[in-house]
């Protein structure tokens, strides 16, 4: 629904002819003094219309709040919230002068608005003055109801009829103008001024019955109030005290203005005599110098404001205004206090334009507008040296506006020559016009001026009136840099020295022809979407736009027109157009309506290739509709096929122009539709043969080799395998590149749509090469002396598998034959070679192979026994030992030492060797030691003689003798036998041989 807002307008008109100072005693002529003292209690009454007062003001239960949804709206016009300007040139009767007229308007945004319309009746309103506030009320009533939606309004009057000081609700909340009417109408003016009574009134009507979403009190008086409601709670916060003031320290108006406040009211009390704004709130007795004095403070004013807070207090917009009230009076001080929207002082001359402006503040689609209008080189503002403005109803002004204010800013100087812009200046200002308008709303604003046109500007040429003309405004969203400018949003009106001109507008029209916005909304053709950019252009003759006038020209519209890429079509009820510029009507304009240049929406099912032929079936608009349709072949062409179903069947290949036509006979834009030849069955898809074997190893790419189609088209896919590529994926024969390792399968498919594509798959693997073999280092040296177990030292395979095998010796074994670094063990003293085989099918398999030997330790040679030797001192003995399958090697100590190469001993002494067996690789664990002994030998017997006896004589011994030893006997001078006893018992000779030993040697 609707956003409802209760707007309280409380009327008090302030008559200056009526308006009384605190002196005077009968302003309301009641003749004397009238004390009213105790009330009824204010009650609302049963609505005078009968509708009932409180129900009439609520939301139903089921009344939908989606107005209220913080949506921003669509401000394109006339959507609410919307602006829309107008600015048109208006020729007059004299030759060369125009008048230009500017329109601002707004759409208001859906909300519920209660007012309250309170109207001063005291007796000072009596005659004329309750005449005219009655008019205005019925007029403010009136303006603010029409067009408007979800504002009510209410009337309140500050005296009931014979009750004076107590308010009266003369109309609950109605929108219903008729019966505001008759309630104003009704109203007559007697009895006091009890202005506080109007605002009570207004705010218990609105907490009572209003729901609205905005809630506003206008008040409208003609004096200062002279009766208020008893004051209670009264305080101050300042200290009275004797003084040079009239004998106090404070005069009664400041005290009044600044210090003095009421708590609370009772409203069944009325104070107060009628006929004196001042009343006792405050008394104070004080002796100053030695005289005794009161100081008494207190007005109706005080009262009256405090109501008026406790209205604003509750989110309530309170505007009031005085009639012709003095500017520094009682009244406009209560007035002015008593307000949060604004005070206005009426005079008769303007009291219409503050009703338009309350009106607009009340319900508007923007604020704080400014319309800037700058004057342009080819015409003259017509105005003073200092143009002026006025506000209708007065026309003085040389630019005259419904509201608002206006400033002239100097824009530089005309032309000397308009069509020259080297000409120089003239010494004829541009003015430029700032109309500050305030807030706009649905019922608009206006302003208009006069030009003419300046000096020396052709009369056969239209010129533009004004340079950019723009308004900047806070748009409803709140948006403070909203912003509208010609040509965009609005025209520049053309103008010239007694030509005419016709300006051309291409609008948007729905399918009735009626007039839309962007979004389809009817609405006034002025506010339709302009298609032109620009807005509008202007009928050329003979070159120019500026016409002769009473000739007839004929204007013919574009069938077609495309505009923003968007094509739109003349609707069909539009044709030429005739007119005839007149002295007294020069500038015509013509309309012309275009709707959306929409083909038909067609679904075309095309020769396949079991069937020749194909058809077409209009989709939009929707058969049954209304529409005919029309096929016409244009390639080859055919007649005419026009059926109410819109399908059309067994059509041959060739283009086809469709159309629909409308009841109203409007026909679209065709829509061109091709049926295709009958295609044909693609060629058999081959793809080639697999190449997964060894020839694809170490590559990443290979040449494909699918067959080139003769009907259709070819294409590679990758059915599986990642990482792969074609150079051209259209190319039979193409490379394909891919991931070293990975198998794919390709598909080559050939398509020749709508008939099933044929395709064929081919599998590929990029094989790799293995690692290349490497067995590790040959271990045939003394590092394997005595082992029969090694570790080998093959390369782990990056691609591939490994495996080792004995390719010659026997007996060797290994604990993993396909690990790169297992354990080999063999037979001692056995030589291998074994091999490592990298394999990775179907690639050549890599392959190294390692030297193995298990090296036998020789055992450790055998002596040849210790030698000692008797020697004279210059003797030379060599040592000997035996190694089983191997060489000695002679050291001089048992471990470590030097090498000896002869083992010898020179001389007399004792020498110890080791010997040490090796069979080329290995050598022994130990070393065998051999002592060589050189003694030194005896001398050589000497001889006691031989001895020749006769056989006669005794048995003799031979004797002989050994320095430092014994003698020992042989048979012979080398060798020979050991003689015992060297004796001779027969007769014969005999050599004995003597030889000394001295225990180590023989001599």
């Known amino acids: ?231 209670n709670n009264i305080t101050t916060d300042f200290n009275v005290s004797c003084g040079s003031i009239s004998n106090f320290n404070i005069s009664r108006s400041d005290f009044e203005a600044s210090h003095l406040f009421i708590g609370s009211s009772t409203y069944t009390t009325v104070v107060g005599t009628g006929g004196s704004f001042n009343t006792t709130l405050y008394s104070k007795s004080l002796n100053c110098s030695g005289t005794n004095r009161t100081f008494n403070a207190g007005n109706h004013g005080i009262p009256t404001i405090y109501e008026a807070g406790l209205v ?28 949060n929207k604004g005070y206005f002082a009426a005079t008769s001359s303007n009291i219409s334009n503050i ?115 723009y308004m900047d405004y806070t748009d409803v969203n709140g948006n403070t840099t909203a912003h509208q400018e010609t040509p965009t949003d609005f025209t520049i009106p053309k103008v010239s020295g007694g030509k005419g001109s016709v300006e051309i507008i291409y609008y948007t029209v729905n399918e009735n022809g009626e007039p839309i916005n962007s979004v389809g909304t009817v609405v006034p053709i002025e506010n339709a ?147 295709n030849d009958q295609p044909l069955t693609p060629t058999t898809a081959t793809a080639g043969v697999d190449q997964t074997g060894s020839a694809t190893c170490g590559m990443t790419i290979v040449t494909l080799a699918a067959n080139t189609p003769t009907v259709g088209t070819g294409k590679w896919t990758i059915e599986s395998g990642t990482g792969g590529s074609f150079v051209s994926d259209t190319n039979p024969t193409t490379d394909f590149s891919g991931t070293p390792g990975m198998a794919y399968v390709l598909k080559w498919t050939i398509s020749n749509a709508p008939c099933t594509a044929s395709s064929d798959e081919v599998n590929i693997k990029f094989n790799q090469n293995p690692t290349t073999a490497t067995a590790g280092v040959d271990q045939t040296g003394s590092a394997t002396c005595g082992m029969t177990t090694v570790t080998l030292a093959a390369n782990t395979p990056t691609v591939g598998t490994g495996k080792w095998t004995i390719e010659s010796g026997t007996g060797g074994s290994f604990v993993s034959d396909t690990n790169p670094t297992t354990d080999f063990s063999g037979t001692p003293g056995m030589a291998y070679v074994l091999k490592w085989t990298i394999s990775n099918a179907p ?51 048992a471990v470590d030492g030097t090498e000896v190469a002869n083992p010898i001993q020179i001389g007399v002494g004792t020498k110890t060797y080791y010997a040490q067996a090796s069979n080329g690789t290995c050598s022994s664990l130990t070393r065998t030691a051999v002592i060589l002994t050189i003694n030194n030998g005896p001398m050589p017997p000497t001889s006691g003689g031989n001895q020749t006896v006769c056989e006669t004589l005794p048995l003799q011994t031979l004797t002989a003798t050994a320095t430092g030893g014994t003698i020992t006997w042989y048979t012979s001078a080398t060798d020979g036998e050991l003689v015992e006893n060297p004796t001779l018992n027969t007769v014969g000779s005999v050599t004995y041989y003597a030889q000394g030993d001295n225990g180590n040697c023989s001599s």
């Not at 919230?81 to 040139?89: D, L, N, P, Y």
């Not at 309630?183 to 609105?206: D, K, M, V």
């Not at 015409?379 to 506006?401: C, D, E």
């Not at 020697?871 to 191997?886: E, M, Y």
Request: proline letters at 6%; charged letters at 10%.
């Open 312 to 339: 604003m207090n509750n989110g309530i917009d309170v505007y009031t205004i005085g009639f012709e009230v003095p500017s520094a009076g009682d009244e406009a001080n209560v007035l002015n206090s008593s307000q």
């Open 529 to 675: 979407v302009k298609i032109i950019p620009g807005s509008s252009k202007y009928f050329e003759y003979n070159g120019s736009t500026a016409l002769e006038v009473n000739q007839n020209y004929t204007i013919s519209p574009e069938g077609l027109y495309t505009s923003n890429s968007i094509l739109y079509q003349l609707y069909c009820t539009f044709g030429n157009i005739s007119v005839t510029p007149t002295p007294t009507s020069p500038n015509k304009v013509v309309w012309f309506g275009y709707r959306l240049g929409k083909a038909p929406e067609t679904s075309v099912v095309q020769p396949i290739c079991g069937v020749a032929t194909g058809s077409v079936t209009i989709t939009v608009p929707v058969a049954g509709s209304g529409f005919t349709y029309t096929i016409t072949g244009t390639n080859p062409v055919t007649a005419p096929i026009t059926n109410s179903n819109g399908v059309f069947n067994s059509l041959t290949s060739g283009t086809y122009s469709v159309t629909s036509k409308s009841t109203n006979g409007c026909i679209s834009v065709p829509s061109v539709v091709i049926i």
């Open 1 to 231: 629904m609707k956003t409802k807002i209760t707007l309280l307008l409380l009327t008090f008109f302030l008559f200056v002819g009526n308006s009384y100072s605190q002196t005077e005693t009968d302003p309301d002529k009641l003749g004397g003094p009238v004390l009213i003292g105790k009330v009824a209690p204010f009650t609302l009454p049963v609505d005078i219309t009968g509708i009932q007062t409180k129900s009439s003001a609520k939301l139903t239960n089921k009344t939908s709040l989606t107005s209220k949804v913080a949506v921003a709206p669509s401000l394109e016009w006339p959507n609410p919230g919307a602006v829309h300007i107008e600015k048109t040139a208006e020729a007059t009767t004299t030759p060369g002068k125009w008048k230009i007229n500017i329109l601002t308007q707004g759409k208001n945004i859906p909300t519920t608005t209660d007012v309250v319309l309170v109207i001063d009746n005291s007796g000072s309103m009596g005659g004329n003055k309750i005449t005219s506030a009655k008019a205005a009320a019925n007029t403010f009533s009136s303006e603010l109801l029409n067009g408007s939606s979800g504002i009510r309004v209410a009337i309140v009057t500050i005296n009931a009829t014979g009750n004076f000081g107590t308010p009266y609700v003369n109309q609950s909340f109605t929108n219903n103008t008729t019966t505001l009417s008759t309630a104003i109408n009704a109203i007559s003016a007697s009895g006091g001024t009890n202005l506080q009574g109007g605002f009570y009134a207004a705010r218990e009507l609105i907490a009572a019955t209003s729901t609205a979403d905005k809630k506003v009190v206008i008040l409208l008086s003609d004096g200062a109030p002279t009766y208020s409601y008893q004051s």
């Open 843 to 893: 690639c050549t398999a890599s392959n190294d192979e390692v030297n193995i030997k298990f090296n036998i330790i020789p055992n450790p040679p055998i002596s040849g026994g210790n030698q000692t030797v008797c020697t004279d001192g210059n003797t030379t003995q060599t040592l000997t030992a035996t190694a089983t399958g191997g060489t000695i090697t002679w050291y001089d100590a």
């Open 355 to 469: 009703y338009s402006q309350i009106r607009s503040n009340i319900a508007f689609a923007a604020s704080n507008a400014i319309f800037t209008d700058p004057m342009s080189t080819y015409i003259v503002l017509q105005a003073g040296v200092t143009p002026t403005y006025s506000v209708s109803p007065s026309t003085t002004g040389n630019v005259v506006v419904t509201k608002g204010t206006v400033t002239f800013v100097n824009n530089g100087f005309v032309l000397n020559d308009p069509d020259i812009p080297t000409s120089g200046n003239s010494n004829l200002i541009k003015w430029k016009i700032v109309w500050n308008i305030g807030t706009i709303s649905e019922i608009g604003d206006q302003m208009y001026y006069y030009v003419t046109m300046a000096p020396n500007t052709n009369p056969t040429i239209l010129y533009d009136a004004n340079e950019k003309t």
